[in-house]
């Protein structure tokens, strides 16, 4: 049984300036996911090493390479940090960049090598991958935020569990977290579906529920729950309904 976790880069690192981890919080979610390691994917945000830099460089819109390079490698920071907290807590993580295995086709995941993470599965490794920019065959290169390559492994790999971790308890809607959304309840929830109150080139929230629900449109439900709570990410990898569920409508 497979689970795919992702922790958002809003909790691991401070979203308004640039390249600022909290190492407080990586040692605690490290801690937490070492707890239970085993048949996991581990995606985490690129928080501010993504978002600040890409926006500066003008990407996903305006291709060049300072910006992938300076992009890439500043996100392969915050990676290097979780793998080694992942690594002090007792786990055996090992990291997996999206740019050196994923092929985008108009900012949409178009190849994903995947057979990688299989393998490290079955060798009780933990894989750490990250939000990345990657080559696009439209664009020259693009984004491909941790929600995407969180949708898309769950697919490939046929997740059993799929929580996505983030600063908020949920979608909220009217000031209270939603129990559960589906397609069906977009128009009614649109309007209070924002980005986010941090730099973010990929969606924020409403980015975040989009990819979940053409997830649930293949038939895998998720989560979407507070990882900045102790103790949830504990319940999330257990399959409990912790925080906002996305699911098939009917
Ligand atoms: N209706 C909503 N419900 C909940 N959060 C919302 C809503 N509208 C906008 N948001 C914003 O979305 C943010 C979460 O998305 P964001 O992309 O900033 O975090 P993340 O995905 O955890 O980080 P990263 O993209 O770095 O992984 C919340 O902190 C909140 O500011
Ligand atoms: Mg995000």
Redesign the pocket.
């Known amino acids: 049984m497979i689970k795919i976790l992702?922790i958002?880069?809003?909790?691991l690192?401070d979203?308004n300036r640039e390249a600022f981890a909290r190492p407080d919080e990586i040692a605690r979610v490290a801690k937490e996911v070492a707890s239970s390691p085993l048949d996991l994917v581990l995606v985490?945000?690129?928080?501010s090493f993504?978002?600040v830099p890409a926006k500066r460089h003008g990407l996903p819109e305006k291709f060049n390479p300072r910006g992938l390079l300076e992009t890439h490698s500043s996100v392969t920071g915050l990676n290097q940090m979780m793998v080694d907290a992942l690594d002090k807590a007792g786990a055996d993580p090992m990291p997996v960049h999206p740019f050196s295995c994923v092929l985008l086709k108009g900012g949409r995941i178009e190849r994903f090598c995947v057979e990688p993470i299989l393998e490290m599965i079955s060798r009780c490794l933990l894989p750490v991958l990250h939000?990345d920019v990657a080559m696009d065959l439209m664009n020259g290169a693009g984004i491909v935020?941790?929600?995407q390559l969180v949708s898309h492994l769950a697919r490939a790999m046929r997740a059993q569990v799929v929580a996505v971790g983030?600063?908020?308890d949920?979608?909220?809607?009217q000031g209270n977290p939603l129990p559960a959304v589906t397609r069906e309840d977009l128009p009614r929830i649109s309007e209070?579906?924002?980005?986010?109150?941090?730099v973010?080139v990929?969606g924020?929230?409403?980015?975040?529920l989009l990819e979940l629900l053409d997830l649930a449109d293949f038939g895998t439900n998720s989560i979407i729950f507070n990882a900045g709570i102790k103790g949830q990410i504990e319940s999330a990898l257990k399959g409990e309904a912790v925080g906002t569920t996305v699911r098939r409508a009917g």
Do not use: C, E, P, Y
């Not at 958002?8 to 909790?11: D, E, K, L, R, T």
């Not at 949920?170 to 809607?173: D, E, N, P, S, Y």
């Open positions: 992702k958002g880069g809003s909790i690192t979203k985490h945000g690129a928080g993504g978002h939000g935020s941790g929600d983030t600063n908020v949920g979608v909220i809607f209070s579906l924002g980005g986010s109150f941090g973010d990929t924020g929230m409403r980015g975040k």
